[in-house]
């Protein structure tokens, strides 16, 4: 039976932290500070610009100096985000796996349009991602489940025939919100403040090499 399998981009498919986490060290050299090892910034590259300023600066975007590091941050990283990055091991044998059952998948993610749509194509990802749903595709962001009703929609699928998986406890909260079943990728970021057993997600998996099982349970 036919079913679409949706993901989160960064920490799901793709481990970008070290690029991210460069354009957040980036921030700190420009304002006289050392840069933070990838272990400190690692948590925080799901949460974004907003996450890793909040862990290199000690800024959120009620202070005065955010919005001008929050663009630069963006400058730096656009240049330099495909250093390091690359897919998680398993994610290759995962997605043809899917693609090999009949199965479709896509991304939704709360990265710009301008940001992952060439790293879905530097990635090698573009060919047969049915659908790309990005921040600024639609009117919210997760956790709000309109991106992930709005992936269903142009992937042509009802919500019963979709998951989601994620490294954050919005990805959760987005498919729980959508009425779809989810995973939680443990592999990933996933912060620091709740641990990824808590989100309540259907599954919990440690390695995309495991995912596969997960998903034939929840879809059937």
């Known amino acids: 039976m036919t079913a679409l399998i949706l993901f989160d981009f960064d920490g799901t498919l793709a481990d970008t932290a070290s690029d991210l986490a ?3 060290n980036r921030q700190r050299i420009r304002v006289g500070l050392e840069p933070l090892p990838l272990e400190v910034l690692r948590p925080y590259s799901s949460a974004g610009a907003r996450g890793l300023l909040r862990c290199a600066l000690n800024l959120t975007p009620a202070d005065e100096a955010y ?7 963006l400058k730096d990283y656009e240049v330099a985000m495909m250093v390091d ?3 998680f091991e398993g994610v290759t044998e995962l997605l043809a796996q899917i693609k090999n059952e009949g199965m479709t998948w896509g991304i939704v993610t709360n990265k710009a349009t301008y940001l992952a749509t060439p790293l879905v194509a530097a990635l090698g990802l573009a060919q047969d991602c049915a659908v790309l749903v990005c921040g600024d595709t639609t009117a ?3 956790p709000h489940p309109l991106p992930l009703l709005h992936a269903a929609q142009q992937a042509g699928f009802g919500v019963e025939r979709c998951l989601y998986v994620g490294d954050d406890l919005r990805d959760i909260q987005a498919a729980q919100a959508a ?3 989810s995973i939680a990728a443990a592999y990933g970021y996933c912060g620091r403040e709740h641990p990824p057993e808590t989100w309540q997600a259907d599954h919990c998996v440690y390695s995309a090499k495991d995912m596969w099982p997960a998903i034939k349970q929840l879809i059937g």
């Open 22 to 24: 460069a354009a957040a």
């Open 67 to 73: 919005e001008a590091h929050r663009v630069q941050f």
């Open 85 to 87: 990055t690359c897919l």
């Open 140 to 142: 919210h962001t997760k």
């Open 179 to 181: 009425g779809m079943p």
